[in-house]
């Protein structure tokens, strides 16, 4: 079974920057997809970052311009991508999910908490 670790959460003022890190825990053929999701308090999950093994982004409308996804590569063949958050805002307050999908699973982390908070 294929899992994935989050990593780089953690307490950041408003405006400023974080960066998350995500790896599959071990060798990996291929990965369709990768992306972040992430959940706040008393709200659904939602989407807020993706990348394709192709290099194609989409972002939520509310990170635009503010996040970005990096494209899947291949570190002793386990997959990584990471999430450059920058300007963030209280609103960007939550838990923050990774997910990779190949044919073969779609596993997700256990999460990663960013908290935006003067």
């Known amino acids: 079974q294929v899992q994935v670790v989050e990593s780089g959460g953690g307490l950041v003022q408003p405006g400023g920057s974080l960066r998350l890190s995500c790896a599959t825990s071990?060798?990996?053929?291929?990965?369709?997809?990768m992306a972040w999701y992430r959940q706040a308090p008393g709200k659904q999950r939602e989407l807020v970052a993706s990348?394709?093994?192709?290099?194609?982004?989409?972002?939520?409308d509310s990170v635009k311009g503010r996040f970005t996804i990096s494209t899947i590569s291949y570190d002793n063949t386990k997959g990584i991508m990471s999430l450059q958050m920058n300007d963030l805002e209280s609103e960007d307050t939550a838990v923050y999910y990774c997910n990779a999908e190949s044919a073969r699973f779609d596993s997700w982390g256990q999460g990663t908490q960013v908290t935006v908070s003067s």
């Open positions: 071990r060798t990996v053929l291929s990965i369709n997809s």
């Open positions: 990348v394709t093994s192709l290099g194609t982004r989409n972002y939520a």
